[in-house]
């Protein structure tokens, strides 16, 4: 005897449709997350409801959706009349949130046909769009942006789905939003001011980048720390990406807000091989930052000599005031 004949014959013995187990779960909760097509028919024949919920307030929908169980999905949108399209689950999710999270794009379509709310959030502020774009699913990604995602959405940090892409490195998701929202939202702003090209340029992906320059982004913009995509690639010894921004003519000695530029902090950071690997792309060895300082004075204020050197051979001026007066105080503590 199969499980669809077990069932049956509880049943037919007046078994109780409405008992629920340790987590709260109801007979048709457990048959929808499961996938049983057959067996929620039987129940939803028998009186269960649809929108029963267990303890994490989820629904059948919500664990069918979560599973990819298209089928018992169909036949619940289609069957069950009261049932409720956008209940949410104690975090906030939908079946719609659910489904797209885990990469289900014929479980998005499908709600979205029975009118699911497309631009549902959650209680951190994660709509649809938000969870695919993270995760990389470029064919659910595809569907929300076919039937009119909001992709200027932002969660509680300001983020757009597009820099969520773009932390993670998914190439081919960042490609589709930025062509979907064009140059103005490829140069919003979180609450930190960081765009989309700083988040990819900080956590070093590469291709990334290269795809986000095909929409023109803003490449010298600053974040409210003072930093550009280029002084945070750098900071983090990122130089493939250094060297994109800097053929998208990005400022190599643009001055942030601490007074630096990003040579002058690699200076700092007392970095020889950051010193030598932005030299080489092309960073102005004089380019004065705070005080009119350059990098040969700050490496002379430090007494590095390594990065001295380094500098002295891509030919800083080793006659500029603060130079010598930095020099002059060095002779003197030592007479």
């Known amino acids: 005897m199969g499980y669809h004949e077990l069932v049956q014959l509880f049943l037919d013995k007046n078994a109780d449709i409405h008992a629920r187990d340790k987590s709260q779960s109801t007979p048709i909760i457990l048959a929808a997350k499961n996938g049983h097509v057959a067996v929620v028919e039987m129940l939803l024949n028998k009186g269960a409801c649809p929108n029963d919920s267990d303890q994490n307030d989820a629904t059948p929908l919500i664990m069918a959706s979560l599973n990819g169980h298209i089928g018992v999905i169909n036949y619940l949108v289609s069957s069950a009349a009261d049932i409720n399209i956008d209940a949410r689950e104690k975090k906030g999710k939908t079946a719609m949130i659910v489904a797209a999270a885990h990469g289900h794009a014929e479980v998005v379509s499908t709600l979205l046909g029975k009118q699911a709310?497309?631009?549902?959030?959650?209680e951190r502020k994660r709509?649809?769009?938000m969870y695919a774009a993270e995760n990389g699913n470029l064919p659910v990604v595809e569907v929300l942006l076919d039937n009119g995602a909001d992709i200027d959405a932002v969660i509680e940090t300001g983020q757009t789905a597009l820099m969520l892409a773009a932390r993670k490195g998914h190439v081919d998701v960042a490609d589709a939003l930025a062509t979907a929202g064009g140059k103005e939202h490829v140069d919003i702003q979180d609450k930190k001011g960081m765009t989309a090209l700083m988040a990819a340029s900080q956590e070093g992906w590469v291709e990334v980048v290269k795809?986000?320059?095909k929409h023109e982004p803003g490449v010298d913009?600053?974040?409210?720390?003072?930093?550009?995509?280029?002084?945070?690639?750098?900071?983090?010894?990122?130089?493939?990406?250094?060297?994109?921004?800097?053929?998208n003519d990005a400022d190599m000695d643009v001055v942030g807000v601490n007074g630096e530029t990003a040579l002058v902090a690699a200076v700092e950071r007392e970095n020889c091989e950051a010193v030598r690997q932005l030299l080489e792309l092309g960073a102005n060895p004089d380019a004065p930052c705070k005080n009119d300082e350059?990098?040969?004075?700050?490496?002379?204020?430090?007494g590095n000599r390594a990065i001295v050197e380094i500098l002295l051979r891509k030919d800083a001026d080793k006659n500029a005031r603060m130079v010598v007066e930095v020099l002059m105080a060095a002779i003197k503590s030592r007479t």
């Not at 709310?117 to 959650?122: F, G, K, V």
């Not at 974040?223 to 800097?246: C, H, N, P, S, W």
């Not at 350059?294 to 430090?302: D, I, V, Y």
Request: net charge positive; aromatic share 8%.
């Open 117 to 122: 709310n497309i631009n549902a959030t959650n």
């Open 127 to 129: 709509t649809a769009l």
């Open 211 to 213: 795809v986000l320059f």
């Open 221 to 247: 913009t600053m974040d409210q720390a003072g930093r550009t995509a280029l002084m945070a690639a750098a900071y983090r010894e990122f130089y493939g990406i250094v060297k994109v921004l800097k053929q």
């Open 294 to 302: 350059t990098a040969l004075h700050r490496a002379a204020k430090k």
